[in-house]
């Protein structure tokens, strides 16, 4: 596509329910990555992938996120046992590569509530 | 640690007055700087970039920035507001010597520009 798509838009759940959010970046682009947006708060990064490197998953905030990329295609971001904190859009961008000055470009998110 | 810091989480601004976001950075090397601009119900998109050269650097929709290394500084301005430019605003870095990494962002300012 033309740009970053993610879904669901938006995801209701209960808590203590697993959940995936997925992530489908533009053709062609290696590098993919996971950020976190809580209301009233900036992007906290969660997890980076780049072509078939070892992801960077310095960011993920418990053993309940996981994260998975098949080749340079789509990506998956599972988080188990939900818990209220984890309420918030979840952000997915691509970037053509490892270059330190190119910019990312980024899906419009996905908002999960956790109940 | 590098990190990113806008000192303001709202600035209202006149339409037609000049308009200031700002953004200071600390890290151990040379940066890469980014700002991004989020409107609402939508994802981040890319607004300019400092990589190398001339401080003051120019983006889309009339913003600028100016790259200030005594001051660890890279503000966002725009001469003249426009009510369109209210958005959630984010700066962000890199190092350059590390290529394959995240974007670290601030917290984000609500620019709110009032007609």
């Known amino acids: 596509g033309a740009g970053v798509s993610q879904s669901p838009s938006n995801k209701v759940t209960e808590k203590g329910k697993d959940v995936e959010l997925r992530c489908d970046p533009i053709?062609?682009?290696?590098?993919l990555y996971w950020y976190r947006q809580r209301l009233g708060q900036g992007l906290e990064f969660l997890i980076y992938?780049?072509?078939?490197?070892?992801?960077?998953k310095s960011g993920l905030p418990s053993d309940r996120f996981s994260a998975e990329r098949t080749g340079e295609s789509v990506s998956t971001l599972t988080i188990q046992r939900t818990q209220q904190e984890d309420s918030a859009v979840y952000l997915c961008?691509?970037?053509?590569?490892?270059?330190?000055?190119?910019?990312?470009?980024f899906g419009e998110g996905s908002r999960l509530t956790v109940l | 640690a590098q990190s990113v810091a806008q000192p303001e989480d709202q600035v209202n601004v006149a339409e037609g007055n000049p308009l200031t976001v700002k953004c200071t950075y600390s890290?151990?090397?040379?940066?890469?700087l980014f700002w991004y601009v989020q409107y609402p119900n939508r994802g981040l998109q890319f607004l300019l970039k400092?990589?190398?050269?001339?401080?003051l650097v120019k983006g889309s929709y009339g913003f600028e920035a100016e790259f200030n290394k005594s001051q660890t500084s890279f503000h966002l301005k725009k001469p003249s507001a426009l009510v369109s430019d209210s958005a959630l605003y984010f700066c962000?870095?890199?190092?350059?010597?590390?290529?394959?990494?995240?974007?670290?962002f601030g917290k984000g300012t609500t620019l709110s520009v009032s007609s």
């Open positions: 962000a870095v890199r190092l350059t010597n590390q290529a394959g990494t995240a974007l670290i």
């Open positions: 961008a691509s970037s053509p590569g490892l270059a330190v000055t190119g910019e990312l470009f």
């Open positions: 890290v151990s090397g040379n940066p890469y």
């Open positions: 992938f780049q072509g078939n490197s070892a992801p960077d």
């Open positions: 400092y990589i190398t050269g001339d401080n």
């Open positions: 053709s062609g682009h290696t590098a």
